[in-house]
């Protein structure tokens, strides 16, 4: 990566290995996500994504190595300091709050002081991206589709004010053409200047809808480039570990 790149990333894993007990579910893994961008992160189940988003977060510890926003460590930080400092995840499974309205759902994604005082702009913010949920407004959530249960987790999510957004298998047992709504909509929360980070399964999808993609195979980035500079065949490939990648063949920034 050139020194221009350098300065534009926001948050950065060097070598981050993360223990369950015996179990190694990351392995040495080091990822890069430069400001204003979509970066995917591509693999089976299992694989270690969301290990990688929950150690982000701070809800898990790692063994050893570092996650830095902006150069300074965060690892080690409680998950609200996390959220204060600009990094808010949609966790896997449309989990949201079932019987609390949607609009109690969203107040709650802005519980840190600062989100506090903006909260009317942002609530105005999610209902304009996700105007299905205006209609839903006082209605508990245990009332809403699948396809509604996760615009609502994405938009709790951005009422935290978030710099980085992480989303773990969003399009997860969902329609078609609510997946498409869903991924337009990130478009969208992009264009304001929110960088994403998108967990997904679907190599097409992933490849569509990022700038930067890595594969994860068993808990190590096993090949990664630049989304439009990558074949579905290559992503295939590393996907189900039918290929060896070596450093020189991973596509790395430059």
């Known amino acids: 990566m050139n020194a221009d790149n350098q300065n534009d990333i926001l948050l950065s894993v060097d070598r981050l290995t993360v223990h369950y007990n015996q179990f190694k579910a990351l392995n040495d893994v080091s990822i890069q996500v430069e400001n204003g961008s979509v970066v995917s992160l ?4 299992g694989a270690g994504k969301s290990t990688l988003l929950n150690t982000i977060m701070g809800i898990n510890k790692p063994t050893s190595g570092k996650v830095l ?3 300074q460590e965060i690892q080690g930080l409680a998950t609200n300091k996390i959220v204060s400092k600009g990094i808010c995840l949609s966790p896997e ?3 949201v709050f079932e019987k609390l309205s949607v609009r109690e759902n969203l107040m709650l994604g802005a519980y840190l002081p600062e989100a506090r005082k903006h909260m009317d702009e942002s609530m105005d913010k999610v209902l304009s991206l996700f105007p299905m949920l205006k209609e839903k407004f006082e209605q508990t959530a245990d009332f809403l589709s699948g396809g509604q249960r996760q615009m609502l987790a994405i938009g ?4 935290s004010m978030p710099r980085i957004l992480m989303c773990d298998e969003i399009s997860l047992g969902l329609a078609p053409v609510i997946i498409q709504d ?4 990130l478009e969208k929360i992009k264009a304001e200047g929110v ?6 399964q679907d190599m097409k999808r992933s490849l569509l809808y990022s700038d930067y993609a890595y594969i994860i195979l068993k808990g190590s980035v096993v090949l990664e480039g630049y989304s ?3 074949s579905e065949e290559e992503v295939s490939d590393a996907y189900f570990g039918l290929k060896k990648y070596s450093g020189s063949e991973t596509g790395d920034k430059e």
């Open 42 to 45: 591509i693999g089976s189940n």
């Open 69 to 71: 926003l902006k150069g």
């Open 93 to 95: 499974g449309s989990q």
């Open 156 to 159: 709790r999510a951005i009422m």
């Open 182 to 185: 869903i991924y337009e909509t």
């Open 195 to 200: 960088t994403i980070i998108l967990v997904e």
């Open 228 to 230: 439009g500079e990558l």
